[in-house]
């Protein structure tokens, strides 16, 4: 019986790919009703989910199983309250303090964090020695470290109009960041053809048994 | 109409069908291209090689099934490779469902380990929101911050989790991301403000905004970027999977792919557009 209802389970799953995938011939009532039940089901999945998940283990069960150690847990617990009375028009108000705390905490710990890490060590590390290095490609690549970061950041000085030298360095940098554009792109190919392997897998793997699933 | 003329109004539709058959046929007959292996992936396994006898290691799992195709191989195959190590494995997640793709991963490896023993060897500690902060605050006091596992197990009753503390409790951090929170902030916090060594995995797009903490100061030991960063580490432990299989058809796709992007480019260019442009 388990077993029927795996493979009933893959033929399903077959079923609402090829819907999903029937967009790219053109749009059609088929894939409208697999959008429709993904978008149905991951709403109801994420409503019991957060439920039983994350509100009952983080909030639920240790105010009641051991309020004493857990009364900071009240604080929390109204915050959300606050964020809910949002669905209230004559009340709406009240969720701003929810968000202030959200924003001003978030915004506090990630100003400091993010100051460290992507300002001040990335900083440091362009600065270095570009004449030495065991071998000529380590020391080319100093050079492009240092000239990309360098004509990148000129080409976002706005407050000096591009031109005569300035106007070459800042080209230089679209030059860099044409490069860095094209990387991403390369890479945001590669991970939506690993999505369509994924897909391929299943259906060549789990569905077909093509191959190994 | 000239041949790049009709190539210029080609339908969309021939261009998906050609990339559908470019992935299908590799996956069915194996072409066994060459993969090398690069240094950021070659970091990550002398990490997770190197690290002493018994090492604690704390693996992330903040990612869900929308980007499981490319993530949750590298995931299997660092798993493999600290059981093979005989390390103590603990597994949270910044994303909720990145607890079920944790079980999933712990799962598929049981076949080839079934020795090992859950809060023994390893530990799924499950979800808990914050990303940032939530990291920060294990950086301090990891049994506040998961005072049960996922299954709602007190964690004084883990036996793996007796000389856990806190982050610097462990001999290094694997994060395997796709977005925010993920690996971003277990650098920006456990790296940066605790000193723990973190390498991981993500999606090829978050490749670029990750790649400059790969640098000196060691901000990133090691990075797995996408399919191909996870076919490689398979390749490294010698445990071919999912990966491995996918990059034959990778490898195909991206040839198709720049293949149309020459055709295009010649054909904006001899059939006259980039004058119509500029009009």
């Known amino acids: 019986m388990a077993l029927t209802m795996e493979r009933l389970g893959v033929w399903i799953g077959a079923a609402l790919t090829f819907a999903i995938y029937s967009f790219l011939y053109k749009d059609n009532p088929v894939y409208k009703i697999a959008e429709q039940i993904f978008v149905g089901i991951s709403a109801g999945y994420w409503f019991i989910y957060t439920i039983f998940n994350i509100l009952k283990p983080n909030l639920y069960t240790p105010l009641t199983s051991d309020f004493g150690n857990n009364t900071l847990l009240v604080l929390p617990a109204i915050l959300g309250i606050f964020m809910l009375c949002r669905l209230v028009p004559k009340i709406n108000w009240v969720s701003r303090y929810a968000i202030s705390v959200v924003v001003g905490t978030t915004a506090g710990l990630a100003l400091i964090r993010t100051l460290q890490s992507d300002v001040i060590t990335q900083m440091s590390e362009t600065i270095m020695n570009p004449f030495s290095g065991p071998n000529a490609a380590v020391i080319l690549g100093k050079w492009i470290l240092i000239i990309g970061t360098t004509t990148g950041i000129i080409y976002f000085f706005f407050s000096k109009k591009h031109t005569g030298a300035f106007g070459a360095t800042a080209k230089l940098g679209i030059v860099f960041l044409m490069i860095s554009f094209g990387a991403a792109f390369g890479y945001t190919v590669m991970a939506r053809i690993s999505l369509l392997i994924g897909r391929l897998q299943y259906l060549l793997g789990e569905w077909l048994g093509i191959i190994q699933p | ?279």
């Open chain 2, 1 to 279: 109409m000239s041949f790049f003329e009709k190539l210029m109004k080609i339908d969309r539709r021939i261009i998906f069908l050609l990339i559908f058959i470019g992935v299908a046929v590799p996956l069915i007959v194996a072409l066994n291209f060459t993969l090398e292996i690069t240094q950021p992936v070659r970091k990550v396994y002398s990490l997770v090689e190197d690290a002493d006898d018994g090492a604690y290691i704390l693996l992330s799992f903040d990612y869900g099934p929308s980007t499981k195709p490319e993530i949750q191989p590298m995931a299997i195959a660092v798993l493999k490779h600290a059981f093979e190590r005989d390390y103590k494995v603990v597994c949270s997640a910044l994303w909720p469902m990145g607890v079920l793709m944790c079980s999933e991963a712990i799962e598929s490896v049981k076949e080839e380990y079934p020795n090992i023993e859950y809060g023994v060897d390893y530990v799924n500690l499950g979800y808990k929101a914050g990303g940032l902060v939530t990291i920060n605050h294990m950086g301090k006091n990891m049994r506040e911050t998961f005072p049960t596992d996922a299954a709602n197990n007190p964690i004084s009753e883990i036996p793996i989790m007796d000389n856990i503390k806190n982050l610097t409790n462990f001999d290094f951090i694997v994060g395997f991301s796709s977005g925010s929170p993920g690996l971003k902030q277990w650098v920006q916090v456990a790296h940066d403000a605790y000193g723990v060594p973190v390498a991981g995995g993500s999606t090829a797009v978050q490749v670029p905004s990750l790649s400059p903490y790969l640098n000196r100061e060691n901000q990133l030991e090691g990075l797995l970027g996408g399919l191909k960063g996870a076919a490689e580490y398979e390749k490294l432990i010698a445990s071919p999977g999912t990966a491995v299989k996918g990059m034959d058809a990778q490898s195909i796709a991206h040839l198709l792919i720049i293949i149309f992007i020459t055709i295009g480019n010649i054909g904006y260019f001899v059939t006259g557009k980039y004058k119509q442009k500029r009009l």
